[in-house]
């Protein structure tokens, strides 16, 4: 699978996880138990079996018989959960949940979830019986990971290296011969200072096709370039226009840092903590300013359920916008008098509603197969036609107008269709 696709898999993965953790966090088992289980790639099934099996055991000493027996049920919907796998969990590992969870009025409901194949990896094995699911870790694992380059550089010295996730990677290293201010005797001062002007701009270049090597070929999944160095060094290699113009716009701040060796990445990352916080949110942003510059000048956009699918099933769309908040369910009314398809965006919560074919007036029936998550339903189609799906924060005004005025769901389209 290319590199997009498996972004595009990952978002949709990344969805549904998160549609699960706000179900388990709503649950409440006050009073009773309620288990989570983390397990590795690497940890065998049979492991955890017995680890549970152990569990079991030990919770025949717990005082208490409502919690007692939570705690025996949750193990054993989670044992029975066990044996549809073999001998290893699947790539990535995965998690268990399972409790008796409060649904009002005194009952509880026994409640049995597995996460299969998280984003990123599971990396301990974890087991946890609290009055909570455990769903920090997960929710860590889908906070956006982020590809950055970072640049550090004064005139003798200069490292290259990726911010990945938290993690950074040096990568290469170069030292310059630019002379030292100091001219030897016999040099003339305009010869000795035209040929340190020659040994900077000659660092500059090297230094920038390091970086060039490193990045230009990462440059679509690159989420920015920081750069970093005492001053006036960071700006003259940035205003001088020594990276590749694609590199040089992925720009997203530059910064002091004391050292450029190695540890001056880590001073460069530290430093531009805010910058980071802000890209994140920048990708969305660009995303709606593009989406609105259509919109008001162009033929490129599209909004609303109904025309955002209508352009998706005719593979129309570039890339299709979705508002991180919306929880949404779609019913699909076939009519089976005149062969119509109506589409009804409705609340979650909300029952589905009779309805009257909007072409013939005939009645549709509908079965609970004709109601799904209506983002499952586009991100289907998006998926069919090669179209990369986004998902858009509220977190900044247009953001919160694709999810308030816009219905949530948008495109950008290849071409204009008239739909
Ligand atoms: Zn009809």
New binding site residues.
């Given amino acids: 699978m290319s590199q997009e696709g498996d972004q595009e898999q990952s978002d949709r993965k990344k969805y549904e996880f998160r549609k699960v953790i706000e179900d388990l966090k709503d649950f409440d088992g006050s009073g009773t138990q309620l288990v989570t289980i983390y397990v590795p790639e690497d940890r065998q099934i049979s492991d955890v079996v017995q680890h549970v099996t152990q569990e079991h055991s030990e919770a025949a000493n717990i005082k208490s018989k409502q919690t007692r027996t939570a705690v025996q049920d949750a193990l054993t919907s989670i044992k029975d959960r066990l044996r549809y796998y073999d001998v290893y969990p699947p790539e990535n590992g995965m998690v268990l949940f399972s409790g008796a969870v409060d649904s009002g009025g005194g009952r509880t409901d026994m409640v049995t979830k597995v996460l299969e194949s998280p984003p990123q990896p599971v990396e301990s094995f974890r087991y946890h019986c609290d009055s909570d699911f455990l769903t920090e870790p997960l929710e860590h694992m889908l906070a956006d990971q982020g590809l950055y380059g970072l640049i550090v550089l004064d005139r003798r010295e200069a490292n290259v290296g990726w911010l990945k996730g938290k993690r950074i990677e040096p990568v290469k290293s170069a030292s310059s011969l630019v002379p030292g201010k100091q001219r030897k005797g016999g040099q003339s001062a305009q010869r000795f200072a035209r040929l340190r002007l020659e040994a900077i701009d000659n660092f500059y270049q090297e230094v920038a096709g390091m970086a060039n090597d490193l990045f230009v070929a990462k440059r679509h999944e690159l989420d920015g370039i920081l750069v970093g160095g005492p001053s006036p060094t960071k700006d003259e290699f940035l205003d001088g226009d020594y990276l590749h113009h694609e590199i040089q716009d992925n720009v997203i701040g530059k910064f002091d840092v004391a050292y450029t060796d190695e540890s001056g990445l880590k001073d460069l990352v530290d430093n531009a903590e805010d910058a980071l916080a802000d890209a994140e949110v920048m990708k969305d942003k660009k995303e709606m300013e593009e989406f609105f510059k259509e919109l008001n000048a162009g033929d490129l956009a599209t909004y609303g359920f109904e025309q955002t699918r209508r352009n998706l099933v005719m593979g129309a769309v570039d890339r299709l916008l979705i508002s991180e908040d919306l929880r949404k369910d779609v019913v699909v009314y076939d009519?089976s008098?005149?062969?119509?398809t109506d589409y009804e965006v409705l609340d979650r919560r909300k029952s589905t509603p009779d309805h009257t074919?909007n072409?013939?007036?005939?009645e549709v029936e509908v079965t609970d197969d004709d109601r799904e998550d209506a983002i499952d339903h586009l991100i289907e189609i998006a998926e069919q036609r090669g179209t990369e799906t986004k998902f858009i924060s509220t977190d900044f005004e247009k953001g919160e107008q694709l999810y308030n005025a816009f219905g949530g769901f948008a495109g950008i389209l290849r071409y204009s269709t008239g739909v």
């Fill in positions: 009519c008098e005149c062969g119509n074919c072409d013939c007036g005939a």
